[in-house]
């Protein structure tokens, strides 16, 4: 059981920094072949997992760790002007003022981040992962991050992983 819980956690972190791994799936396969581990268990590893690893990117974005020089030389260095990269300044345009927008009443409003923040975590809308960003853009409290982030994260995972057994129960009936 220990060793299933420890593949959890790496599973977890290594899904919150490449979010191309699913780690909804994983649970669920979790607690359909793994029946004695208790899915409230379950729900907090991921969330421990989940969260350190999207602790990376909220430092990042705060700007308290620096990235590697090659990411970070990529990002920032000048390029030249082309009409494709033009047309794409002029179609994101809306998006972009619409994300200053929304940082700027982040920090006239810091109440409203961590909602949002805490909202995002239990249902992914909006995503995860643009939340953790813009936490740390705003400069929200680390222990707000944290404390929001498990909490939503934990309730998340409990359910997911809860489900094949209340449906198995439903299906007895």
């Known amino acids: ?4 819980l420890c593949v959890t956690l790496g599973v977890a972190f290594g899904s919150a920094i490449v979010p191309v791994l699913s780690i909804e799936v994983f649970v669920i ?31 990042a974005a705060r700007g308290s760790i620096r990235l590697p020089s090659v990411l970070h030389d990529r990002l920032h260095r000048p390029r030249a002007a082309s009409q494709r990269r033009e047309r794409w ?9 619409w994300l200053e927008a ?12 961590a909602c ?8 992914g809308l909006p995503p995860f992962m643009a939340t953790t960003v813009l936490a740390g ?25 809860a489900a094949p057994a209340v449906f198995a129960g439903m299906l007895r009936l």
Do not use: D, N
């Open 116 to 123: 949002t923040y805490g909202v995002s975590s239990v249902l």
């Open 137 to 161: 853009l705003v400069r929200m409290r680390m222990s707000m991050f944290v404390a929001a982030g498990l909490v939503g994260r934990f309730v998340r995972f409990s359910v997911l992983a």
């Open 1 to 4: 059981m220990l060793a299933w």
């Open 29 to 59: 396969g979790l607690a359909t072949s793994e029946e004695r581990i208790p899915w409230l268990v379950i729900g907090a590893v991921v969330a421990v997992g989940q969260v350190a690893g999207k602790l990376l990117y909220y430092l």
């Open 102 to 113: 929304l940082r700027e009443r982040c920090h006239r409003h810091p109440h409203w981040m």
């Open 89 to 97: 300044r002029r179609r994101t345009k809306r998006v972009r003022v």
